[in-house]
């Protein structure tokens, strides 16, 4: 069985009060419901993580190399916009990694338009909501 490795980057422990207009009213804990009944329906196993910090995002990154995942899934919140680190550690491990966000990050503000993180990873996947990450389930397990 493949195993999976998602991780929610900075704020996405507020979803369900922060910025109900571009994020919507559902909980982190009704997404990761959500993924796991996915990743069950696919035959994968899963973990999840949320992190507000980047140390803590890039140390989840190295653990999934030592524990032997197969695939990462990242939405890495704001960090997607600059953190060269975050890029290093996933190009690192040679992990296959799926970037994944809530809001069409190409719809917003301009600085929200480019990732640094994207040329490391399989793909991209956002602006579909929570269904976002239940696409990155699909691919990662077709990786
Ligand atoms: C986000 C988009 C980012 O620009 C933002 O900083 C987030 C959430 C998303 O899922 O749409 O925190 O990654």
């Known amino acids: 069985m493949k195993k999976v ?12 009060t922060r910025e109900v207009g571009t994020y919507g009213r559902f909980t982190l804990k009704q997404l990761n419901d959500l993924i796991n009944k996915t990743a069950g329906d696919l035959g994968l196993s899963v973990s999840i993580e949320q992190h507000n910090a980047e ?3 890039i140390e989840s ?6 524990e032997e995942y197969d695939c990462i899934i990242i939405n890495p919140g704001a960090y997607t ?3 060269y680190a975050i890029r290093d550690a996933i ?5 296959p990694a799926v970037e994944v966000h809530l809001s069409n990050i190409y719809y917003r503000e301009e ?10 990873c399989a793909g991209q996947i ?3 909501g929570p269904e976002s990450y239940l696409l990155g389930l699909h691919a990662a397990k077709g990786l």
């Open 61 to 66: 990154i190295h653990k999934a190399a030592e």
């Open 126 to 128: 956002c602006g579909f």
């Open 111 to 120: 600085f929200r338009s480019k990732s640094v993180i994207a040329p490391v």
């Open 55 to 57: 140390g803590d995002i």
């Open 91 to 95: 190009r690192g491990v040679n992990l």
């Open 5 to 16: 490795l998602v991780i929610h980057g900075p704020n996405l422990n507020l979803l369900g």
């Open 81 to 83: 916009h600059y953190s």
